[in-house]
């Protein structure tokens, strides 16, 4: 079975760049999540979508983050422009959207701003 | 709003030795509860869950018993190996309301196993 697929599996970059952050939820999931860890915080609920759409974007941290889901099995998360503190490792995960379900995470992205 | 406290680590055990994380948890009726793994340089697996009181969830030799009237989901080993080292996530979910499935995660304890 194919997991939760991100890509780039790192990503090096200098401040005032764009960033994309690409994932493959598993199929027939229905509900994706992107997470953000770092050694300060640990891990952060960055925005949650259910069936394409999103639910929960509260733990978007300002307007330099945005997240599309144009369909069931591809979403992307945008960084522009970077900011050195917004080096982390940036993780997707999926779920079938009942209490009982658990999260399937991808390998996450390591994210360097210079 | 939903909670999960868990021990703060790190905790560094030998080998063949006996591993208690504790975690309680803080809900406003019935979560499903879970721990996840996490090994160095990878993602979060899921380690093992129970979705009601007292079941009890296994996996490589973990265990986890949900435990309603203390509000605790403690995961034990009886004899941990090197290759458990990782850091422990508790976890649970809520139906907060329509489709709102969110993990609420505790903040992880790193395990570090010697030979």
């Known amino acids: 079975d194919a997991g939760v697929i991100q890509s780039p599996r790192h990503e090096v970059t200098e401040m005032g760049q764009e960033v994309t952050l690409r994932c493959k939820p598993i199929s027939g999931h229905n509900s994706l999540f992107w997470y953000r860890q770092t050694m300060m915080r640990g891990l952060e609920l960055l925005i949650y979508f259910n069936n394409n759409v999103p639910i929960d974007d509260s733990g978007m941290p300002e307007d330099r983050f945005s997240a599309k889901m144009p369909n069931a099995s591809f979403s992307t998360l945008k960084i522009q422009p970077s900011e050195p503190r917004d080096s982390a490792v940036y993780f997707c995960?999926?779920?079938?959207?009942?209490?009982?379900?658990?999260?399937?995470f991808g390998d996450g992205t390591r994210l360097s701003i210079l | 709003g939903n909670s999960v406290t868990q021990m703060e680590g790190p905790v560094t055990l030998s080998e063949e030795a006996f591993l208690t994380i504790n975690c309680t948890y803080t809900a406003t009726g019935y979560p499903s509860l879970f721990w996840y793994v996490q090994y160095p340089g990878e993602g979060l697996q899921l380690l093992l869950k129970a979705t009601k009181a007292d079941d009890k969830g296994s996996n490589k030799g973990f265990e986890a018993t949900y435990r309603k009237e203390t509000t605790s989901f403690h995961l034990e080993k009886g004899s941990v190996q090197v290759s458990d080292s990782a850091v422990y996530f508790c976890a649970l979910i809520m139906n907060s309301g329509g489709s709102n499935y969110k993990l609420t995660f505790g903040k992880g304890t790193l395990l570090t196993v010697n030979p």
């Open positions: 995960a999926s779920s079938w959207d009942r209490s009982n379900q658990p999260q399937h």
